[in-house]
């Protein structure tokens, strides 16, 4: 018994899960906010537009059978601008601070560098560019060890 609340204590204490439990727990608070947002400015925007803020009530009916289509329009409306205000508010400015970081910034993985001359794509070692021929230096490689 006594091994397995060890191993249970372990399992919890795991750093994966710990991670997933605090981004759960965000998840949900970035939920709330998202949806107090949507609730709270965005559908009162939308029923100054269509003059009702809630299209539950429309429906049609065939053959005694009731289609609350109203209903689909609200969950598509509400999708529609959960979804825009994560993009516009969350997405994009998150992807516009991204690129500014890395603007300037050679990617470090890559095995190429760009000519100083004329910007053609030249190995990092190399001496001379093969497309303009100026002289380039060398770009050092920061895992191999200095010679004295």
Request: hydrophobic share 50%; aromatic share 10%.
């Amino acid at each position: 018994m006594r091994s397995t609340l060890t191993e249970f204590k372990n399992f919890v204490s795991r750093g994966n899960v710990v991670d997933l439990a605090i981004a759960f727990v965000l998840g949900l608070a970035f939920a709330t906010l998202v949806t107090t947002f949507v609730s709270g400015i965005l559908t009162p925007i939308i029923s100054m537009i269509f003059g009702d803020s809630s299209f539950q009530g429309l429906t049609f009916t065939i053959n005694g059978s009731i289609f609350e289509y109203g209903a689909v329009l609200d969950a598509l409306i509400s999708f529609v601008t959960v979804a825009a205000a994560l993009f516009f508010f969350v997405v994009k400015p998150l992807n516009i601070m991204a690129a500014r970081r890395a603007a300037g910034r050679p990617d470090p993985e890559s095995d190429t560098r760009a000519c100083t001359e004329c910007l053609s794509e030249i190995p990092k070692a190399a001496r001379r560019c093969a497309f303009c021929t100026a002289e380039q230096q060398p770009m050092s490689d920061p895992v191999a060890p200095a010679s004295a």
